[in-house]
């Protein structure tokens, strides 16, 4: 098996916060996305388990929750519909008033007015897991290619292979088309084949302790503008922001301000951290901002594995899983089948640009 990547790991994975949150992150009307995301989240522990044992290496998975915090009375007004809506699926989740609140999480701000708390979304140490991954396929026999796709090889309906940017070729009876936000790039695929992903941008920041401060909290804070990711070592993510730019990577100075203002309104404590990264990533986003995952229809041997938008380290094992049944021959599972890449083939292509 064969993974080519410029830069293995590097991409939206590397720029993510490595949140694991199905129910805090629910949307009214995407019922069948929560569906699979709660599948990818279950998978999590096991799946972080076997990582280890394959690498050697802790992709930091933690059990840590996360709390959704109302600032004032709007927020509150938003939060109450949310947990109304999180309650009617189901879903676990609780609400804790302002004193609660700041029972569990001391270092949230005196004046917030509660928030809802979810034992069961989590976090892992993105950066750690991608790097997990790497070492874990190569120790399996996988080899490595740090170049780029080209193009797609296609003949008489079926894949033969693909062709890099460095000119030569790698024969494959299947492929697995993940190149997120560049898969539009792709040369070699029919137009109503390729998958419609474009690039969404995000920025986010990286915070570092001080010393032997305590951290700002012990579970994952969000609101509903910013959210923030404590790791066990003291490290502290802060993003996100949400950018149609194309594919323009460029950090500003305006979401850093508004990052570090909306994540002081909730953590004040933040201001005292020192300032270690600010970085600009790009997700892969879909027409629906759902995954593609599944054969392609009309190819032979060709599976997408694409376009998962804000969930690619949520959704990685239960992706990962589909994927390997569909090379195998067997039928993926029910929970995937809402997220075809067939959905989508009356469209046209999203212009994408060079990787």
């Not at 059990?63 to 519909?81: F, H, M, S």
């Not at 969404?200 to 570092?208: E, P």
């Not at 923030?228 to 949400?242: E, I, L, S």
């Not at 909730?266 to 593609?292: H, K, M």
Request: proline share 7%; with cysteine.
């Amino acid at each position: 098996m064969t993974l080519v990547d410029p830069s293995p790991g590097r991409g939206a994975s590397w720029a993510a916060a490595g949140m694991l949150a199905p129910v805090t992150e629910v949307t009214y009307g995407e019922q069948p996305l929560l569906a699979l995301t709660l599948a990818g989240s279950a998978r999590w522990p096991s799946f972080a388990a076997e990582l280890e044992e394959a690498s050697g290496r802790s992709p930091g998975y933690v059990e840590c929750g996360t709390v959704v915090v109302a600032r004032d009375a709007d927020d509150r007004a938003a939060l109450d519909d949310l947990l109304a809506f999180q309650r009617s699926l189901g879903l676990e989740a609780e609400w804790l008033r302002r004193r609660e609140l700041r029972g569990i999480e001391p270092g949230l701000a005196p004046g917030v007015r509660g928030g809802i708390l979810v034992a069961g979304d989590h976090q892992v140490d993105n950066r750690a897991l991608v790097e997990a991954l790497c070492l874990a396929f190569e120790r399996a026999g996988g080899t490595l290619r740090r170049t780029a796709v080209a193009a797609v090889d296609v003949a008489r309906d079926r894949v033969t292979g693909v062709r890099l940017s460095d000119g030569s070729r790698i024969a494959a009876g299947a492929v697995v088309l993940a190149a997120g936000c560049w898969t539009g790039g792709l040369g070699g695929l029919p137009p109503d084949v390729l998958p419609p992903v474009r690039p969404v941008k995000g920025q986010l920041l990286h915070l570092a302790a001080r010393g032997d401060a305590a951290p700002p909290a012990t579970r994952t804070i969000r609101g509903l503008d910013v959210y923030v990711v404590t790791r066990p070592d003291g490290r502290v993510v802060v993003g996100a922001t949400v950018e149609e730019q194309g594919f323009d990577t460029t950090v500003t100075a305006e979401a850093v301000h508004d990052l570090l203002r909306d994540a002081r309104d909730l953590l004040p404590g933040l201001g005292e951290l020192a300032f270690a990264e600010a970085v600009a990533g790009l997700r892969p986003g879909s027409p629906d901002n759902a995954p593609l995952i599944g054969a392609a229809a009309g190819i032979e041997g060709l599976v997408c594995a694409t376009g998962h938008h804000r969930n690619g380290i949520l959704l990685a094992p239960v992706t990962a899983g589909a994927v390997v049944d569909l090379l195998l021959d067997r039928d993926a599972p029910d929970v995937v089948a809402p997220f075809s890449p067939g959905r989508f083939r009356a469209a046209a292509p999203v212009a994408a640009g060079a990787r």
